[in-house]
């Protein structure tokens, strides 16, 4: 289709990247990738396992930009690819509204969601994943937990910048947690 853009194109060198950083809030999306059950109960919840920029680890969701010209859809399936392996066979919403946005700010006391990059502002799904899946390019691990356990206050500790929020709002809206 020639009318189609083409989104291989439309990376951003990375001096373009900080200079829109400094001056655009950033579309990202956020994926809680989940076991269910045959009544599409979650069962578990796979966290990732990231070495941050500061060299700490913390425990962290599937994400990434969205790009000029790429649907949600395909910026959500390219991220869980890229994170969990090409045979995770994640099951995409079949609608492209989140079950919440994440506003993420340089100041972390403007909503609790800390990026010191940037704005971003994060379009969140639940997403099970019936396949293999295994960590890939940045990410050190994937550990699935039970729900309780994820939502727990030793997993939210071990998450940064607000992610551990989303994971209780995506368990929340599952019907787990109250």
Same mark, same amino acid.
């Given at each position: 289709? #020639?009318?189609?853009?083409?989104?291989? !194109?439309? $990376?951003? #060198?990375?001096?373009?990247?900080?200079?829109a950083?400094?001056?655009? =809030?950033?579309?990202?999306?956020?994926?809680?990738?989940?076991?269910?059950? #045959? $009544?599409?109960?979650?069962?578990?919840?796979?966290?990732?396992?990231?070495?941050?920029?500061?060299? !700490? @680890?913390?425990?962290? *969701?599937? #994400?990434?930009?969205?790009?000029?010209?790429?649907l @949600?859809?395909?910026? *959500?399936?390219?991220?869980?690819?890229?994170?969990?392996?090409?045979v995770?066979?994640?099951? *995409?919403p079949a609608?492209?509204?989140?079950f919440?946005?994440?506003?993420?700010f340089?100041?972390? !006391?403007v909503?609790? %969601?800390?990026?010191?990059?940037?704005?971003? &502002? +994060?379009?969140?799904?639940? &997403? =099970?994943?019936?396949?293999?899946?295994? =960590?890939?390019?940045? /990410?050190?691990?994937?550990? $699935? &937990?039970?729900? @309780?356990?994820? /939502?727990s206050?030793l997993?939210q500790s071990?998450?940064?910048?607000?992610?551990?929020?989303?994971?209780?709002?995506?368990?929340? %809206? +599952?019907?787990?947690?109250?």
């Amino acid at each position: 289709m #020639s009318d189609m853009l083409d989104i291989r !194109s439309s $990376w951003l #060198s990375q001096d373009e990247l900080e200079q829109a950083r400094e001056r655009l =809030p950033i579309v990202y999306v956020e994926a809680v990738p989940v076991r269910t059950d #045959s $009544w599409g109960r979650v069962t578990s919840v796979g966290l990732l396992l990231r070495a941050m920029p500061d060299g !700490s @680890i913390s425990r962290a *969701l599937v #994400s990434g930009r969205v790009l000029y010209g790429e649907l @949600i859809r395909d910026a *959500l399936l390219r991220h869980l690819e890229k994170d969990l392996g090409p045979v995770a066979l994640p099951r *995409l919403p079949a609608s492209p509204t989140p079950f919440t946005i994440a506003e993420y700010f340089p100041d972390a !006391s403007v909503t609790g %969601f800390h990026d010191p990059r940037q704005h971003a &502002v +994060a379009l969140c799904y639940l &997403v =099970p994943c019936d396949g293999d899946c295994v =960590p890939s390019q940045e /990410a050190l691990d994937l550990t $699935w &937990v039970d729900p @309780i356990e994820a /939502a727990s206050p030793l997993f939210q500790s071990e998450m940064t910048n607000g992610q551990g929020r989303i994971v209780r709002q995506a368990l929340a %809206f +599952a019907g787990v947690l109250d």
